[in-house]
């Protein structure tokens, strides 16, 4: 019999058997407090600026929703029918204003250290590139994706669905480096990245850096990338170089990455520590609650959105599992009531990526509400609801992410 799956609550230990599998990592406030000190003020509705920032100009800005000068939703009628999203619709999402551009200018020079091996090192761009190369397609997800559904206001941008999108990224798998470096020390249990932005003076680093642990277990899939879509990883989404965990909620994706280390506890940085945890509504973040680590099976519908035409109508929509492959995807538009199996489109790039899908149907005239939802293929479904939780963080519940279309 298949089962829901909804969020796992427990401690995230690496010695907890299979202890991330699945989980849906929910977070709390975490460094924001410091962040609004540097001056990510949320931007109202009518304030929504026609133009984009210097960092980010070269986006579709017409495709984006600008939130804050650092949160940028990528609209729903915008997301496409396609495997990879174009990087210029792609949405940004930055804990910290993003370090100068000219990092990138030259970026076989950026530098990143290794810890936590038998032989640690410092390594530019250009030594990565001559231990190893792999190209894998992964869905890139903020943790709150689907926060502005939860009724009790979670602080934190109100995303709807756009805080997501595939791309390829190309890089040095971690495992390679590590080998080449002697292998791991002796007790490594976490991963823990640590971002090139720069600290403001006068800030306690630990209370508003960006450093993440995730479990070991994910260095049989994690790399070092340089580049996003077959381009060059741009400054706007972590270049010269980024550490990519696919499967992983975008936050432990770590942009400008400047060191790696192999620890046996995770990172006391804030932003691990009490942020990015699941905590049930008015509790504080701390360190044994589960962090947001694996995404779990998602899916939503991308069109049609508000209105159709009596008929027949073909309903597209995207769905992945995080580190799961796809079983099968449904579509229902009556709420939920009944159910049909719709199709995947275009090429299976694997179990981190996003699955294009399409349902014909006869749609009569009158208000349908669309719904779609996945599952993959360790039986894991969309629940119809949400865990509610105090960031808004991990919602995969089909019901809300659905949309009312009216047919005339």
């Known amino acids: 019999m298949k089962k829901q799956y909804a969020l796992e609550r427990g401690a995230n230990e690496p010695d907890l058997e299979d202890p991330t599998r699945r989980s849906l990592l929910v977070g709390s406030a975490g460094a924001m407090a410091a962040v609004s000190l540097l001056g990510f003020a949320p931007l109202a509705k009518a304030s929504e600026p026609t133009s984009l920032p210097d960092f980010a100009a070269w986006k579709d800005r017409n495709a984006l929703i600008v939130h804050t000068a650092n949160t940028m939703e990528t609209h729903r009628g915008a997301i496409g029918n396609g495997v990879i999203t174009p990087a210029d619709r792609l949405f940004v999402r930055n804990n910290l204003p993003a370090p100068p551009a000219t990092i990138a200018e030259n970026p076989d020079t950026w530098e990143v250290r290794i810890e936590g091996v038998k032989n640690p090192r410092t390594l530019t761009v250009a030594e990565l590139k001559s231990m190893g190369v792999v190209t894998v397609a992964s869905v890139l997800q903020c ?106 909620y975008g936050v432990n994706n770590v942009k400008y990455v400047k060191n790696i280390a192999f620890t046996a506890n995770q990172t006391d940085a804030k932003i691990q520590a009490s942020g990015y945890r699941v905590r049930e509504v008015g509790k504080p973040g701390s360190p044994d609650q589960p962090s947001m680590w694996q995404m779990n099976v998602k899916s939503w519908v991308t069109a049609p959105l508000e209105t159709g035409r009596s008929g027949r109508n073909m309903i597209y929509g995207v769905a992945f599992g995080g580190t799961v492959a796809l079983e099968k995807i449904e579509v229902s538009v009556d709420g939920g009531k009944t159910w049909k199996q719709g199709r995947f489109l275009g090429p299976d790039l694997g179990p981190y990526a996003w699955r294009p899908f399409v349902m014909a149907t006869h749609l009569g005239a009158g208000e349908h509400r669309i719904v779609s939802r996945a599952t993959d293929v360790e039986g894991n479904t969309q629940p119809e609801g949400r865990i509610e939780n105090e960031r808004g963080y991990g919602h995969n519940g089909w019901s809300d992410h659905g949309v009312s279309v009216t047919v005339s």
């Not at 994706?145 to 934190?156: I, K, L």
């Not at 990245?193 to 209370?207: A, C, H, M």
């Not at 508003?208 to 899939?221: G, N, Q, Y």
């Open 143 to 248: 943790s709150g994706n689907g926060r502005a559904f939860f009724p009790h206001g979670a602080s934190g941008t109100p995303w709807s669905v756009g805080a997501a999108g595939c791309v390829m990224w190309t890089g040095v798998p971690l495992k390679d480096v590590v080998d080449a470096l002697g292998g791991l020390a002796d007790g490594a249990r976490y991963i823990t990245g640590t971002g090139g932005e720069s600290i403001p003076e006068g800030l306690d680093p630990k209370s508003i850096m960006v450093e993440r642990s995730v479990p070991t277990s994910a260095l049989d899939s994690a790399l070092l990338a340089w580049e996003m879509n077959d381009v060059p990883l741009s400054h706007t989404h972590g270049g010269p170089l980024r550490l990519v965990v696919p499967g992983y």
